[in-house]
């Protein structure tokens, strides 16, 4: 069965200190892994995506890396800010299928 | 804001009462995502459309279920005799391949 499991479940931070989020997934035949950002409320936000070729890939604060051989993946937010608060999500994608297998986020609280 | 919108942002219905929710995607995608999401979990597939076909269904969804995409552009999701097991957050997400997905900002269900 395909999962993706998440840690931690919730994490609190003070501003300014940098976090690492965890994803170990099972899902085969691999075809990528995103991550995303979801504020209370509202719709998940893209952050990163990687193939199976890319260990590692950055949008700003937010650097991925992926290792495909250990099947696990990690989220590293550098300089947190209050506004980094959300719920963020790893999700895994099977070649040309268009359902992908959501993990059920780290929940991340950013206090001044 | 992502380009892709969804109506209504919240529905109040009774047990028993049938909804639709409609999902107006970014222009040029032609692919299109049905999720449900309850609180503390990540997202679960529901459906996925290419144009107009439906090409993939969750098991989860009941016969109560169903969703359209008659031209190829918005879809419409209906849930029909509501069951308080419904509430959740109904996310549509759209995009020209499988990796990168915009999501809207959700339709909440709330089902007294």
């Known amino acids: 069965k395909n999962q993706v499991e998440q840690s931690p479940q919730s994490l609190i931070i003070l501003e300014g200190k940098n976090c690492t989020l965890q994803?170990?997934?099972?899902?085969?035949?691999?075809?990528?892994l995103r991550w995303y950002k979801q504020d209370t409320g509202r719709g998940p936000v893209s952050l990163t995506i990687?193939?199976?070729?890319?260990n590692t890939k950055s949008n700003g604060r937010y650097t991925a890396t992926l290792d495909a051989d250990t099947k696990q993946s990690s989220l590293h937010i550098t300089a947190s800010q209050l506004s980094d608060s959300a719920s963020y999500i790893c999700v895994v994608s099977v070649t040309n299928a268009g359902k992908s297998t959501f993990g059920d986020g780290t929940t991340l609280t950013v206090k001044p | 804001d992502t380009g892709v919108s969804q109506d209504p942002r919240h529905k109040i219905t009774k047990r028993g009462q049938n909804v639709t929710f409609r999902c107006d995607p970014i222009?040029?995608?032609?692919?299109l995502y049905w999720y449900r999401q309850t609180l503390g979990q990540g997202p679960e597939f529901l459906t996925y459309?290419?144009?107009?076909?439906?090409?993939?269904k969750s098991r989860l969804l009941s016969d109560r279920f169903s969703a359209e995409r008659p031209k190829g552009s918005f879809s419409t999701l209906e849930i029909q005799r509501t069951e308080q097991g419904d509430s959740a957050m109904y996310l549509c997400?759209?995009?020209?391949?499988?990796?990168?997905?915009?999501f809207g900002p959700g339709t909440r269900l709330t089902v007294t």
């Open positions: 459309f290419q144009n107009e076909a439906q090409l993939e």
């Open positions: 990687m193939t199976f070729s890319e």
């Open positions: 994803c170990n997934y099972t899902v085969s035949p691999f075809s990528n």
């Open positions: 997400a759209s995009s020209t391949n499988h990796y990168e997905q915009y």
């Open positions: 222009s040029e995608h032609n692919r």
